[in-house]
């Protein structure tokens, strides 16, 4: 199946989150609150477009049930973990002033690029295959740092937020439909599908790494 075959594809990315020092440090209770701030500016920028590219695909599609899947992901990505991010925002009092002078750092500029383009140069099942790694990647790592938690309040509701049963069950939905769509594509379209999935993975990967340097331009 196309989600088995990408994940093990982009295996080396994802083995490199879940042992990366940011995600670590994030279970030990010990990422520096700089670090965790300024992840947290960043992903404020790429879930904004997250949300819209949820949409986007959702207006090109052809496919029913990717459709309304697509349309549920963008409402409870509002509901949920934008909802839990905005409350970070306000127990950390980060302001829309540091918001707005806060430069988008080159990871997320080009992360985000990079799932517009599927969009541009690819077809609507290629940019659903490039937005399923972050959700998946941000459930497993979830599911992985709950049995430990963290002794740090804040970090460990971060860890809360991907780790619950609905999460699983929505991956398993998006992973089914995804399948779907793969074996009913051309050759040429499944190679996109398998390139832009790999390609976000290897961006989930440089945005811990992002985040911990605090990347500038």
């Known amino acids: 199946m196309f989600t088995e075959m990408a994940r093990k594809e982009a295996a080396a990315y994802w083995d490199g989150s879940f042992e990366h ?14 670090v965790f701030r300024y992840y947290l500016l960043q992903d404020r920028y790429y879930l ?6 949820y949409g ?5 599609t052809n496919d ?3 459709k309304k899947q697509l349309l549920e992901n ?6 949920g973990e934008v909802a839990i991010r905005t409350d970070f925002f ?10 707005v002078n806060t430069p ?8 985000v690029s990079h799932m517009y383009r599927q969009l541009i140069d690819g077809t609507p099942n290629t940019a659903f295959a490039g937005m399923l790694p972050c959700a998946w990647l941000y459930q497993e790592i979830g599911t992985r740092l709950i049995e430990s938690g963290s002794p740090s309040p804040l970090y460990q509701r971060w860890i809360e937020t991907y780790s619950g ?10 992973r089914a439909l995804l399948d779907r769509l793969y074996e009913e594509s051309a050759e040429g379209e499944q190679k996109q599908m398998l390139e832009a999935f790999v390609i976000s993975s290897k961006m989930e990967y440089a945005f811990w790494e992002m985040a911990t340097q605090l990347e500038k331009w």
């Open 64 to 66: 029913p049930a990717v």
């Open 165 to 174: 049963e609905e999460s699983a069950q929505a991956i398993c939905k998006e």
């Open 90 to 99: 306000n127990e950390l009092k980060i302001t829309e002033e540091e918001i």
């Open 48 to 53: 904004e477009h997250f949300s819209k590219l």
């Open 21 to 34: 020092p940011f995600v670590r440090s994030l279970a030990e209770g010990n990422l520096s609150a700089e």
């Open 74 to 79: 963008a409402q409870n990505l509002m509901l």
């Open 56 to 60: 986007l695909i959702a207006d090109q």
């Open 104 to 111: 988008i750092a080159p990871t997320a500029y080009h992360y």
